[in-house]
Nanobody, 119 residues
Framework: QVQLVESGGGLAQAGGSLRLSCAAS????????MGWYRRAPGKQRELVAQ???????NYADSVKGRFTLSRDNAKNAVYLQMNSLKPEDTAVYYC?????????????WGQGTQVTVSS
């Protein structure tokens, strides 16, 4: 089991910045993938950024150059620095962790944190 607790959402103006944090606890040593997804009003949940096994980092095209994913392994935490925010970044942001072993996959989600960007 992995527990995820997000923080750092809120209200920002267009062009502003916010930093999201996700703290993991539990079986964190087994986590292969960890990152952030978001769900905008009326849309499906989509990948924002994630660390994958092998130390690769993936970003959605819509956030490349504006958002930066980082982590602190000692704290079992990942962070999403969001700069140059746009109104279309408004969404509930979810932290996700994946444990994938021998063909089995377990997905864990945080409770979500609201990000609202005003124009």
């Amino acid at each position: 089991q992995v527990q995820l607790v997000e923080s750092g959402g809120g209200l920002a103006q267009a062009g502003g910045s916010l930093r999201l944090s996700c703290a993991a606890s539990g079986s964190t040593s087994r986590v292969n993938i960890m990152g952030w997804y978001r769900r905008a009003p009326g849309k499906q949940r989509e990948l924002v950024a994630q660390f994958s096994s092998g130390s690769s980092t993936n970003y959605a095209d819509s956030v490349k150059g504006r958002f930066t994913l980082s982590r602190d392994n000692a704290k079992n935490a990942v962070y999403l620095q969001m700069n140059s925010l746009k109104p279309e970044d408004t969404a509930v942001y979810y932290c996700k962790a994946v444990i994938a072993v021998l063909g089995n996959r377990l997905d864990y989600w945080g409770q979500g944190t609201q990000v609202t960007v005003s124009s």
